[in-house]
Structures are given as structure tokens and as C-alpha cells.
């Protein structure tokens, strides 16, 4: 069964530092790996996923995550935080073995300090 | 890009109502959607998978007579909780996965539903 650990249900960091939320996850065939962002009283919106090729995946507002299989992480980073980041944070794991389920983990919430 | 809408986005109802939440894609095709339940400064949690023309699957330990799942058509997929109780009172969020995609689910804005 695919599970998803976040560690850090908080984080808080100074605005301009860098920023990184990890995640490790389980899954008995290979994942989809995703990050999404939720801010308050509204819906997922994505900032990057995986799912196969490049190990270093891009995505919106200056994030990345590197897939690490070896490590069954896979963390998002930012290298200068700004205010407009602090949210929730989720990872999220998927596979084809699940039915195209997503499994999400507990989130982190991201605090920037002036 | 591929927009999901839900509604109501919020609604306030009182115990023993039943309310209707519909979940929709506005400008593709989706074979299957996903209900996921919210609690505060929790995560989402899976409550059912919706596919168009069939019954809705059911995680464990989801009432499948209290929360009812009706998948219609292609762009709407309901979710009525029956006989509301306070404890149902939770932010709803759906998903849909668009026709012939395996992974990438569009996410609606959420419902947050209060029982009184």
C-alpha cells in the first residue's frame, strides 16, 4: 500500500532563506509524486509532480523537488522564501497499482518571517 | 488549463438535512472523479471514487448510505450527505481525472459544510 510521511507538521523560516519540506513516501510499483499547496479555506492547486524521466522536477512560483529513489524521498525546495509562500504544503504519492488513487500525506505548514 | 468548479462553496444546514454538493469539470471530460474530506489543519482523506455509469468504490470505513455518490455524466459527479450530523461537518473537496490520463487529478475549490 503507498504511504506518504512529511516530516515537520511546521516550518518556519526567514523570508529570503531557503526553504525545504520533506517527504518520503512508500509504494510497492513506481510512484507519481506530487506537491501541492493549499491556502486557507480553498482547494489543491499543483506545483510539480513526478513521474518519470528527469529526477529534478520544476515547477510554479520557483519550487523544485528531486526524486530519490534510493531514498524513497522526495523534498521540495525553494532557494529565497517570500511572504506569499506561507500555506500547506502536501506531498502526495499515486500509481497505477492504487487505481489512480492519490494518497496524501499530513502536510507542513509553511511559515515566513520578515 | 483544466478548471474544476464545486458547488455549493459553502452551506450551512441543520441536523437531520440532507445536502447535495456538485462537483463538475468545466472544460474537459472526466471518466473518474474523487471525493476527499477535510478536517481543520488536517489532510485530505480519501472518501470514494466516482466513475461515470457506475457505482461509486468506497474507502474503508466511509458510510456508503450516508455519503451518496452519483457520477451522471461525463462533467458532474454529486455528493449528498444524508441525515447531517455535526460530526459531518467538514471542508469536501473533489477531484476529476481527466479522460485518458492516469495521474494528473484537477482539484475543485472546496465545500464547507456546517451542521447545526
Known amino acids: 500500500a503507498q504511504s506518504v510521511t512529511q516530516l515537520g507538521s511546521h516550518v518556519s523560516v526567514s523570508e529570503g532563506a531557503l526553504v525545504l519540506l520533506r517527504c518520503n513516501y512508500s509504494s510497492s510499483v513506481p510512484p507519481y509524486l506530487f506537491w501541492y499547496v493549499q491556502y486557507p479555506n480553498q482547494g489543491l492547486q499543483l506545483l510539480l509532480k513526478y513521474t518519470t524521466g528527469a529526477t529534478l522536477v520544476k515547477g510554479i512560483n520557483g519550487f523544485e523537488a528531486e526524486f530519490k529513489k534510493s531514498e524513497t524521498s522526495f523534498h521540495l525546495t525553494k532557494p529565497s522564501a517570500h511572504m506569499s509562500d506561507a500555506a500547506e504544503y502536501f506531498c502526495?504519492?499515486?500509481?497505477?497499482?492504487?487505481?489512480?488513487?492519490?494518497?496524501f500525506g499530513a502536510g507542513t505548514r509553511l511559515f515566513v518571517k520578515a | 488549463g483544466a478548471v474544476v468548479s464545486q458547488h455549493p462553496s459553502w452551506v450551512i444546514c441543520k441536523s437531520g438535512t440532507s445536502v447535495k454538493i456538485e462537483c463538475r469539470s468545466l472544460?474537459?471530460?472526466?471518466?473518474?472523479m474523487f471525493w476527499y474530506r477535510q478536517f481543520p489543519k488536517q489532510s485530505l482523506m480519501l472518501m470514494a471514487t466516482?466513475?461515470?455509469?457506475?457505482?461509486?468504490?468506497?474507502e474503508q470505513g466511509v458510510e456508503k448510505d450516508k455519503f451518496l455518490i452519483n457520477h451522471a455524466s461525463l462533467t458532474l459527479s454529486t455528493l449528498t450527505v444524508t441525515s447531517a450530523h455535526p460530526e459531518d461537518s467538514s471542508f469536501y473537496i473533489c477531484?476529476?481525472?481527466?479522460?485518458?490520463?492516469?495521474?494528473?487529478?484537477?482539484f475543485g475549490p472546496g465545500t464547507r459544510l456546517t451542521v447545526t
Open positions: 502526495a504519492v499515486s500509481d497505477l497499482g492504487g487505481g489512480f488513487k492519490t494518497i
Open positions: 466516482s466513475n461515470e455509469g457506475s457505482k461509486a468504490t468506497y
Open positions: 477531484s476529476a481525472l481527466p479522460e485518458g490520463s492516469t495521474y494528473e487529478q484537477y
Open positions: 472544460d474537459f471530460q472526466a471518466t473518474t
